[in-house]
């Protein structure tokens, strides 16, 4: 089982930044996948950016140029910078981490809240 907590959020004005966080314990597969996803009212839940553990990104395009994901390997973290912030970006950001082999189970976080005001 793996456990995952994330913090950073909160309510921001337009063209602000928020940087959030995500720690994971428990039992961590050294090559694995983690990955900031979000959910607006009403809407599927979406990617937001992915990173493997050998660094590789992917971005959603609304997210591309304005946010960054990174992750610390020894402290099992990803961090999402996030810039140039808009109210379209208001969502619960949830973490996600899953090991790098066939059929490898998800685990996710409780999400965070971000507001952005107009």
């Known amino acids: 089982q793996v456990q995952l907590v994330e913090s950073g959020g909160g309510l921001v004005q337009a063209g602000g930044s928020l940087r959030l966080s995500c720690g994971a314990s428990g039992t961590i597969f050294r090559l694995n996948t983690m990955g900031w996803y979000r959910q607006a009212p009403g809407k599927q839940r979406e990617l937001v950016a992915v990173?493997?553990?050998?660094?590789?990104?992917l971005y959603a395009d609304s997210a591309k140029g304005r946010f960054t994901i990174s992750r610390d390997n020894a402290k099992n973290t990803v961090y999402l910078q996030m810039n140039s912030l808009k109210p379209e970006d208001t969502a619960v950001y949830y973490c996600?981490?899953?090991?790098?082999?066939?059929?490898?189970?998800?685990?996710w976080g409780q999400g965070t809240q971000v507001t952005v005001s107009s």
């Open positions: 990173i493997t553990s050998g660094g590789s990104t």
């Open positions: 996600k981490i899953t090991a790098d082999f066939r059929g490898a189970p998800a685990f």
